[in-house]
């Protein structure tokens, strides 16, 4: 039960990180477990040295160092006073030497949502056209990477006027006993013919259907992908570069684009044509408005057609 208080994914990265510490006071003669502040100091300086590693990485890792020694019964050295200075001073000392900011995780445009449904609907590659499907899912769903990457066929069902969806496990959800995500995506107001998105997802759903696949098989692994192994959620960011490769698409100065863009672009275009806050927030799965503007919704998206394309659906109508 301790060791499932972290998610798979973290408790490798956790594994990753402390491996590494500990190969490094191998090396040098020093104790990992329990560390003095001094040692992580010096561990830093490894990174800041090669510049290997940028700030928040490094972050990370000493998230890792610390979460192992409160497992074991002993205070964590990342706490200490020297520790944060140190992480302050490496922040400044790397961006002084890389003479610029990193970049910044960015939203992803709905116009790059639109190309990447007309490559789904025109590839014969199945393998392309399911990962596209994917992506544009996870961008009507406003919701995490992971969760797209995850989706099960059972977790989709067609209904008239849409399809309904369902996130069953999510982070957030077991942490802080929220409830289980599932909502319906309509379809688009002029129908299914001007509803592009919705069909591709349907034919990648109604052929994995067609195939005799398992209902509790991933929708959009390849067959023979285990239903019980889940895909990482950086499958998600290799989806997304490899449909960018297809397309005419360059993220603004500043700015990356990762599998997480999808749910900051989703949560900025909806906001963009002007959907309530609380609809994207349900939509999103989270509880505060505030975590969906400081994380999530970029208040300088324009209200341009290719997010009113994907996101009037859920705007109010007139019965």
């Known amino acids: 039960m301790v060791d499932a208080k972290y998610q798979p994914t973290t408790q490798a990265r956790y594994l990753n990180a402390w491996e590494a510490f500990c190969d490094f006071c191998s090396r040098n003669g020093l ?5 003095t502040p001094e040692t992580v100091v010096r561990y830093l300086g490894v990174y800041l040295a090669g510049r290997t590693a940028q700030p928040d990485t490094v972050a990370n890792y ?19 006073e ?4 140190a992480k302050l001073g490496y922040r400044r000392l790397y961006v002084t030497a890389e003479g610029t900011l ?16 007309d490559l789904g609907l025109a590839t014969t590659d199945r393998s392309l056209e399911r990962e596209c499907a994917g992506l544009v899912l996870s961008f009507l769903m ?10 099960r066929a059972r977790d989709v069902r067609m209904v008239l006027g849409g399809l309904e969806v369902q996130v069953p496990t999510y982070k957030m959800g077991i942490l802080k006993q929220g409830e289980r995500i599932a909502f319906r995506i309509p379809v688009a107001p002029g129908g299914w013919a001007q509803d592009p998105a919705l069909r591709l997802v349907r034919r990648v759903w109604a052929r994995h259907l ?4 398992p209902w509790a098989d991933h929708l959009f ?3 023979g992908h285990s239903a019980l192994q889940p895909l990482p959620s950086q499958v998600v960011t290799t989806w997304l570069r490899r449909a960018l490769s297809l397309t005419n698409h360059e993220p603004p100065l500043g700015v990356k684009w990762s599998g997480h863009s999808l749910r900051a672009g989703a949560a900025s275009a909806a906001h963009a044509i002007g959907l309530a806050v609380g609809l994207i927030c349900q939509l999103m799965g989270l ?6 503007f400081k994380h999530y919704i970029d208040a300088q998206l324009d209200n341009d057609p290719a997010a009113r394309a994907l996101f009037s659906r859920y705007a109010p109508r007139v019965l």
Do not use: Q, W, Y
């Open 31 to 35: 104790l990992a477990l329990p560390a």
């Open 62 to 80: 000493l998230t890792a160092i610390g979460a192992v020694h409160k497992m074991a019964g002993f205070p964590s050295p990342t706490d200490d």
């Open 82 to 85: 020297l520790v944060r200075a």
């Open 102 to 117: 990193p970049e910044r995780r960015g939203p992803l445009p709905a116009t790059v949502i639109l190309d990447i449904i």
């Open 142 to 151: 406003c919701n995490r990477p992971g969760a797209a990457a995850n989706l």
């Open 210 to 213: 067609r195939a005799g696949r």
């Open 221 to 223: 692994a390849p067959a």
């Open 287 to 292: 509880a505060s408005a505030k975590t969906a």
